[in-house]
Nanobody, 123 residues
């Protein structure tokens, strides 16, 4: 069974940066979009960012727009989330996911999920 592995989380001070990575041992997910979601304690999982298979379509949640950047490598094996100007409210477990088609705009469009990586932003 394919497993997505997310990494790069950690503890950072407010205003700092982190870069999350996610992949499945070099596997290419042909014609599939990828995305990042997060879940804070006591809250529901929420959308963070998504990128289409081609990279031509990118979408961000309003709460991270201008601070986070999603990208994927040219081999289409890894998706990244560059997070800058982090705030305490960004604290959550971050999950990467692969969509069922070339682009996914909601969590319902994703069928393969990673295990999550903890991001903690201190004030």
């Amino acid at each position: 069974q394919v497993q997505l592995v997310a990494s790069g989380g950690g503890l950072v001070q407010a205003g700092g940066s982190l870069r999350l990575s996610c992949g499945a041992s070099g596997r290419t997910f042909s014609n599939r979009g990828m995305g990042w979601f997060r879940q804070a304690p006591g809250k529901e999982r929420e959308f963070v960012a998504a990128v289409s298979w081609s990279g031509s379509t990118i979408r961000y949640a309003d709460s991270v727009k201008g601070r986070f950047t999603i990208s994927r490598d040219s081999a289409k094996t890894t998706v990244y989330l560059q997070m800058s100007s982090l705030k305490p409210e960004d604290t959550a477990v971050y999950y990467c996911a692969v969509s069922v088609s070339s682009y996914g705009s909601t969590s319902a469009m994703y069928d393969l999920w990673g295990q999550g990586t903890q991001v903690t932003v201190s004030s």
